[in-house]
């Protein structure tokens, strides 16, 4: 069975607030910044919230595949350096449950908590029972291993898996419905649970006004709003602010939404949808995190590991009979060709698994909430499409996150760079303070470091760049 077709079949079981304690208070949408330029008195966000808005999905109860390899997964998601992960429950004495039931804890020890999806739409008649299931094994099973507290597991639970795909027959929105009561009720009537946020039912990024209107308003059985969009080989700022318009009516009054699935495919094939080079992955997807992150969306990247898949690359005619496109979703490819050979050292990190985890990890700063201080800045030289964030860490260091919404190159069978013409931005502040700049698609460290200064510039071109104002 294929990844994707895997992930519907099998799923049984925002920028200030998405890795919740308790439910998402209901709220008007986040405003976006304005444009960059001028003087202007920049509000700050908290930096830590940046690696809490990272979601990664992973299928370590997939026993027979390649993330048969627990151990070797929980020492990528902590490299990684995002705090949830998001995997369907299972429940029962099989190899893939005993998997999960060793690695969900030890993660939650390293700060990774669980978005776990539960229910899959074919059991509505069966819904009541289905999650009733789901939350008994919870807290049998993983409470004591929690010390009781489930919330320090769980990041949220997550309805259906793409509820509106085509094959779920005509009466696909009531059953999502009944599916969607019955998960918010059980997992509401368990004291265990009741503490654990709880995200709708899932879309295609395909989704449109009239599905969602069928659908229909969710938000008496939901904390958080839930769907897929995948980029499809373009800017990650492409497309979000509709999309989220569109399932506003499932969700009315909900301000916090996961996209639990979005992100790019590297498969050389040109036949089956728009795929690009792992180079432009990694620019595209830490630009993609902070522009869900302004729209208080959760970025929740499919998935952390590719499938083996032996292509003949003679030709582009025999890569697109040979290659599997379901095989490269992944941030982490795989040099061989069977799954029996493609063990853990022979994995290879994508540039994307490198720039998000240099990201997350510049931006970390666990600890209590604080009040950011903002920052009076003047700017000049920023084009239209110059995008924004300005974060704070607890010893006072500000970090400015500037980007472009431009695509960096074409679609396979080219995956040519699209040259982008640079822009250099000139910033002023009333305050003298050292800065630093990051590039995380280039390095950890600095790219450029300078003393004490009222000014400083900083070249933009397709890629992200982060500046640290000491």
């Not at 918010?184 to 654990?196: C, D, L, S, Y």
Request: proline share 7%; net charge neutral; with cysteine.
């Amino acid at each position: 069975m294929k990844r994707r077709e895997f992930l519907s079949a099998a799923s049984v079981g925002a920028a200030t607030s998405l890795l919740p304690a308790g439910p998402a208070q209901a709220a008007a949408p986040a405003k976006l910044p304005g444009r960059l330029g001028g003087a202007t008195v920049l509000a700050a966000q908290m930096a830590d919230l940046i690696p809490q808005n990272y979601m990664i999905n992973t299928k370590m109860f997939y026993a027979t595949q390649v993330y048969q390899h627990t151990d070797a997964i929980i020492d990528l998601l902590t490299e990684l350096g995002g705090r949830s992960i998001r995997e369907r429950v299972t429940t029962g004495t099989s190899l893939g449950t005993r998997a999960q039931m060793y690695a969900m804890p030890r993660l939650a020890n390293r700060g990774i908590k669980w978005h776990a999806t539960v229910g899959n739409l074919e059991d509505w008649q069966n819904a009541t029972a289905v999650n009733r299931e789901a939350m008994d094994f919870l807290t049998s099973r993983y409470a004591p291993v929690m010390g009781g507290d489930l919330t320090k597991l769980m990041h949220s639970f997550g309805g259906c898996n793409e509820v509106d795909n085509g094959s779920n027959g005509p009466e696909w929105a009531q059953h999502a419905r009944v599916m969607q009561r019955a998960l918010w009720e059980q997992a509401k009537a368990n004291p265990r649970t009741r503490g654990v946020p709880v995200a709708g039912p899932s879309t295609r990024t395909d989704v449109t006004r009239e599905r969602a209107a069928q659908l229909g308003d969710l938000s008496a059985w939901s904390e958080l709003g839930n769907g897929h969009l995948y980029n499809k080989g373009r800017s990650p700022t492409d497309e979000i602010d509709e999309h989220l318009a569109i399932l506003g009516p499932c969700f009315p009054g909900i301000r916090d939404y996961i996209m639990t699935e979005t992100g790019y495919n590297n498969s050389p094939q040109d036949n089956l949808g728009r795929t690009i080079p792992e180079w432009a992955s990694a620019i595209y997807a830490i630009r993609g995190v902070c522009d869900f992150f302004r729209r208080n969306t959760v970025y929740g990247r499919f998935e952390l590991l590719d499938d083996p898949d032996p292509i003949d690359y003679s030709s582009q005619q025999t890569i697109n009979q040979t290659a599997v496109r379901d095989a490269h979703f992944g941030l982490v490819a795989m040099t061989k060709s069977t799954v029996e050979e493609a063990t853990p050292d022979t994995w290879r990190k994508k540039p994307e698994f490198s720039a998000t985890s240099r990201l997350l990890k510049l931006l970390a700063d666990v600890g209590p909430a604080f009040s950011p201080s903002p920052l009076e800045l003047t700017v000049s030289g920023a084009t239209p499409d110059v995008q924004h964030l300005l974060l704070q860490k607890r010893d006072g260091r500000h970090y400015l996150v500037l980007w472009r919404d431009v695509d960096v190159c074409e679609y396979y069978p080219s995956g040519k760079e699209i040259v982008i013409d640079p822009i250099r931005l000139t910033v002023g502040m009333r305050q003298a303070r050292p800065v630093a700049m990051y590039a995380p698609n280039v390095q950890t460290g600095p790219v450029r470091t300078a003393p004490a200064r009222n000014t400083f510039t900083i070249p933009l071109r397709g890629d992200l760049r982060v500046v640290e104002i000491g």
